[in-house]
Structure formats: structure tokens, C-alpha cells
């Protein structure tokens, strides 16, 4: 038992290296995954309303999930158009340790996106980060839940224009109604319920409890315990979708 899940790991581990090599670590990747997120954040920003803590906690959320989303939303397409999908499934892998070493990768790129904004972030905000280790955390659960989001997307879509409408028909509201732009208090009752159901308010508040709170919360541990689930969730519909569409 041990031995298989040791051996899928590695297969997975080998998926998500062909992918971050391929897909992943380009110019103009990064280019997206930064220049986005930080001109949908300073629109609101100038406003001088955004409290310090979501300046690193709201873009953080927003860089990972833009960065991921973008390329995982288009991968699967790619390879099923040119063939290498059906090359990998010739392998001795399963279809969930395919989907998982897609949505490695995109954990991977989230970490370095993610690293690469941190520093600019403090000294914009003012603010530091209570616990660095936490906020480690958040940022590879947020990275793996939309990635695995992405890869949903990627496996649903027939070709690439289709992936990326859906992409934004997802990551827009998601923008707009986690807590970054609009406080969640400001949401009027009857819709208090829409943003919980969303993953990326679990991910802007995690990684705003690690920037305020030195310690763990019981807030923090619900959000990490939702974007676990979301994480389950999209892989094994993920796995579904691509099952029904290959077989």
C-alpha cells in the first residue's frame, strides 16, 4: 500500500516537472500572473480604503489564482489536440495520478510567484508577516486548489478558447465577491452565503490571519480544512470528466 502511493507520487512528481518545464516557468507566464491581479488590486487600492493586511493577503490570493488557473486551464486542451494526453495514459499511470502531477506543477509556480511578490508587497503595505510559517501553508493549499480548479476547467473544455471563457466566467466573480475589493460584511445578508462557497475567500483569509496573527487560529484551520476540500473536490471531478470524455 505504502509502495504504490510512494510510486504514484513519483509518477506524479514526473508529470508535474514535464509540466512546469513546458507550460509553466515562462516569461510571459509570470508576466500574466503578476500584471493582472496587480492592476484589478491598485484599481481599488488608490482609493486609500484597502486595509495593509489584504494588500499581501488579497494580491497573494490573487497572483496564485490568476497564475495557476491560466496555464492549468489550458493544459489539458493542449495536450489533447496534439496528442501527448493519450501518450501519457499509455504509461502505467492512473488518471488521478495524471491529474495530480498537472496540479503539482501549478503548486510549484504559485510558490514562486508567490515569492516573488512577498518582499515588494511588505514594504508597499507597511506591514510584515506574524507567521511566515502559516503563511507558507496557505500559499500551498491556495496554489493546489486552483490548480486543481484549472485543471477542471482544462478537462471540460473541448479547445483552448473555450477553457479560457470558462477560466474567467470562474475567476471574475471569485475577484469581486472574496473579501479583497468589498468586505465581506458589505455583502448584503441575504447573499452572506455566496462567498463561502467560493475558495478564494478561504484562501484571502488565510493568508490574512498568517500576516495579523502569530499564532493558529481556529479560522485559519477551517480555511485550510476548505481549500483541502476544494483541492478533493476538483481533482476527483477532474478525474470524472476526463474519464467520461476519453473512455
Known amino acids: 500500500m505504502v509502495n504504490d502511493f510512494l510510486e ?8 508535474a516537472e514535464k509540466d512546469a518545464k513546458v507550460y509553466y516557468f515562462r516569461a510571459p507566464n509570470f508576466t500574466y500572473g503578476l500584471l493582472m491581479p496587480i492592476s484589478l488590486f491598485f484599481a481599488f487600492a488608490l482609493t486609500g480604503q484597502v486595509h495593509p493586511a489584504i494588500i499581501v493577503s488579497g494580491l497573494t490570493a490573487l497572483a ?13 486542451v493542449l495536450e489533447k489536440q496534439t496528442g501527448t494526453f493519450e501518450r501519457l495514459l499509455a504509461a502505467p499511470v ?10 503539482i506543477a501549478g503548486v510549484f509556480f504559485g510558490l514562486v510567484l508567490s515569492a516573488g511578490m512577498i518582499i515588494p ?27 486543481a480548479l484549472g485543471v477542471l476547467v482544462s478537462a471540460y473544455a473541448k479547445w483552448v478558447p473555450e477553457a ?10 471569485m475577484a469581486f465577491l472574496s473579501g479583497i475589493f468589498l468586505p465581506l460584511t458589505a455583502i448584503p445578508s441575504q447573499l452572506q452565503f455566496i462567498p463561502r462557497l467560493l475558495p478564494l475567500t478561504y484562501a ?3 493568508l490574512e490571519v498568517s500576516v495579523m496573527h502569530p499564532g493558529l487560529t481556529g479560522t485559519y484551520l477551517i480555511d485550510i480544512f476548505a481549500m483541502a476540500f476544494f483541492s ?13 470524455k476519453t473512455m
Do not use: C, H, W
Open 8 to 15: 504514484n507520487l513519483s509518477r506524479a512528481l514526473y508529470i
Open 204 to 206: 484571502v483569509e488565510a
Open 64 to 76: 496564485i489564482m490568476f497564475g495557476t488557473t491560466s496555464i492549468e486551464a489550458v493544459a489539458v
Open 94 to 103: 492512473s488518471f488521478f495520478t495524471l491529474i495530480l502531477g498537472k496540479a
Open 164 to 173: 479560457q471563457m470558462l477560466d474567467n466566467f470562474l475567476r471574475f466573480p
Open 121 to 147: 508587497l511588505i514594504v508597499l503595505s507597511g506591514t510584515g508577516i506574524a507567521n511566515p510559517v502559516l503563511f507558507f501553508v496557505s500559499v500551498v493549499f491556495a496554489s493546489l486548489t486552483f490548480s
Open 232 to 244: 478533493i473536490l476538483f481533482l476527483a471531478l477532474g478525474v470524472r470528466v476526463l474519464q467520461r
